[in-house]
Structures are given as C-alpha cells and as structure tokens.
C-alpha cells in the first residue's frame, strides 16, 4: 500500500496525495489537458481531463494507493472511480454543484446589498 490517496467529489478530484512518480505524472497530464477550478463543485472537466483522469486513477491504483468517494467516506476501486467520473452521477453532482453555489453568491449579495441600505 503506498501513501498515494486520490478523493473523487462532484465527479471529479477533490483531493489528492501524490508522493509517487507516477501518480505525480499523471496528475500533469491532467491539469495539462485544460483548466482548472479551485473548486470541485465549479469544475467542469472536458473530455481530455476525463480522459486524464482515468488514467490518474489507474495510476493510483497501480502504485498500490487509496481512492475514496468524498460523498460517501467509501474507498473505491480504479473501475468504480472511472465509472463514477464518466458517469450519469458525475454530470448530475456537476450540474448540482454549479446551482447550489450560484444560489449562495445571489444570497450573500443580497444580504451584502441589505447591510449596505
């Protein structure tokens, strides 16, 4: 078991350890693929971030390290994580993610507008 750890939340990373060479290549080759939100729920990954994922998750995998699902505290294998982050749940959690942090900037502004009354 090595001490790699890789946490998957709204479909794609959450988190993630990388003190193995490969695990520390893949995850440039993902953040190489396009840009990067510093939030998960924002994240919006394109096809080749899907793709690099998936092999980051491999890469975890391979080295022996830990993936978990943020959702549920449960460790995942390298094949439940990809269908998770090229799954149905994974555009759905995105598309939840992006709603509810819209609707917590319209209502911190709001009351932002209310103080300054």
Known sequence: M????LA???GTIKE???PSEPVRLALERYHAAGPRSMSAALQDDSPAQKEALCDLIAAVAEVGGTIKDEWT???MTADEAERYVLGD????QSLA???IVRNVMRSLLEK???EDE
């Open 2 to 5: 090595s001490d790699d750890y």
């Open 8 to 10: 998957l939340k709204w």
């Open 16 to 18: 993630v350890h990388y």
């Open 73 to 75: 505290g449960k460790l």
């Open 89 to 92: 749940d994974a555009r759905a």
């Open 97 to 99: 993610g992006k709603v």
């Open 112 to 114: 932002g507008s209310e």
